[in-house]
């Protein structure tokens, strides 16, 4: 365990410790305890103290990248060379990660379908076909078509590459776009990579035994008080104002302990694309 981290057990067997018997949250029992300290380490993790994650992953033989199991959100993706920098891949909204209904063997004269598994609710609507992966193309290609393509890309959706005056750009190892429908990371790589680096926000509370900074841990307390009295009918109005107020406060508090955006590295952001050059 870091130095500089509480772990969410020892956080719950405090809270139970130091709870008195005349407490609002006396007869709480300890599942919902710890149901709402996990939904705690996720506010707490997703607004204040993102926990980024860096892992190495293969690139499949489509073209595509499977998400880590606690994967919330990316943060960067992109190859390493020698010198052990990221070079970063650009996001494009615009490839294809298109499906197909499946068709089925026995009905392929008929072209039919078949359904998935069953819905929440067994009725006919909620009845899901089968699709398979079809990123191919939908007609003639467009990238055979020369200089009019090229002008085209400047007004595709969410394009804008801007491109066309000197045929220039900026400079990428390559492209990707996020499926968080089959639950991977659709790639366009101009070089031969076989593995792909990415750094991603992480769900702390799917580990084991989560961990929370001390600078939040607080703000973590004052959480699990304010969601465990809220909806409570024997507790006060005015308790649960209170226990509202003390937890947008240290979790305020926690914000600012976590920021660490400092004057100097403002200046250092301001200047870094300033260069003296000698001037002829």
């Known amino acids: 365990m870091s130095m500089n981290k509480v772990k969410l057990s020892q956080i719950i067997r405090d809270w139970v410790i130091t709870m008195d018997t005349d407490d609002y949250v006396s007869n709480v029992s300890d599942v919902a305890i710890r149901n709402f300290a996990l939904r705690g380490i996720r506010e707490i993790g997703f607004d ?12 499949e033989s489509n073209d595509t990248i499977t998400l880590p199991d606690d994967f919330v959100d990316v943060s960067k ?24 209904y499946e068709v089925d063997s026995s009905d392929t004269a008929t072209n039919e379908t078949h359904d998935s598994e069953e819905g929440p609710l067994n009725i006919e609507a909620n009845l899901v076909k089968d699709r398979q992966d079809d990123k191919t193309t939908t007609g003639s290609n467009s990238d055979s078509d020369g200089f009019n393509a090229f002008i085209f890309e400047n007004y595709i959706f969410q394009g804008g590459t801007g491109r066309l005056y000197g045929v220039g750009g900026g400079s990428s190892p390559g492209e990707f776009r996020i499926n968080l429908d089959q639950n991977r990371i659709e790639v366009s790589v101009n070089t031969d990579f076989t593995n792909l680096v990415m750094e991603y926000v992480a769900d702390e509370a799917r580990s084991t035994d989560p961990e929370v900074h001390i600078y939040a841990e607080e703000a973590l307390r004052c959480y699990l008080y304010y969601k465990l009295v809220e909806r409570k009918a024997s507790v006060p109005a005015n308790e649960k104002a209170r226990a509202r107020t003390e937890w947008y406060n240290e979790r305020r508090k926690a914000n600012a302990r976590l920021s660490h955006f400092t004057k100097d590295e403002a200046l250092k ?6 260069m003296q050059a000698p001037k002829f």
Not at 48 to 59: M, R
Not at 77 to 82: E, S
Not at 269 to 274: E, Q, S, T, Y
């Open 269 to 274: 952001v301001i200047r870094k694309n300033f």
């Open 77 to 100: 993706i992109g190859v390493v060379g020698g010198d052990g920098i990221i070079r970063a891949l650009t996001m494009n909204g615009n490839l294809n990660y298109s499906r197909k």
């Open 48 to 59: 204040l103290g993102k926990k980024i994650k860096s892992i190495k992953l293969s690139v």
